[in-house]
């Protein structure tokens, strides 16, 4: 089973940048697809991102298009989020999971989840 870790979350200005990382341990996380999602307060847990086990087809949200670029090192077993042009909106802890990457979907494939890394985006 894996264990993911994210970090890289904090306090950021509207139109600012934050690099999320997901280090992962366990199990060979190239042989897996992972997406990030997203949990704002009072709302369900979101899925923003997922990438292939290559690296070679990634989805978004409509929401983050054009904005966030998710992309992964195998050899670290890491995967990174890269956050531009913040939006308010985009507040919420962020979570790194296995994922099913299928087609436009970016689904979890299980209810496992770390502890997440918090994003707030303020001015």
């Known amino acids: 089973q894996f264990e993911f870790v994210e970090s890289g979350g904090g306090l950021v200005q509207p139109g600012g940048s934050l690099r999320l990382s997901c280090a992962a341990t366990?199990?060979?996380?190239?042989?897996?697809?992972i997406g990030w999602f997203r949990q704002a307060p009072g709302k369900e847990r979101e899925g923003v991102s997922c990438?292939?086990?290559?690296?070679?087809?990634?989805n978004y949200a409509d929401a983050v298009k054009g904005r966030f670029t998710i992309t992964r090192e195998n050899a670290k077993a890491t995967v990174y989020l890269q956050m531009n042009e913040l939006k308010p909106e985009d507040t919420a802890v962020y979570y790194c999971?296995?994922?099913?990457?299928?087609?436009?979907?970016?689904?979890?494939?299980?209810?496992?989840w770390g502890q997440g890394t918090q994003v707030i985006v303020s001015s």
């Open positions: 999971a296995t994922a099913d990457c299928d087609g436009t979907n970016i689904l979890p494939w299980d209810d496992d």
């Open positions: 366990g199990w060979r996380l190239s042989d897996y697809e």
């Open positions: 990438i292939s086990t290559g690296g070679d087809h990634r």
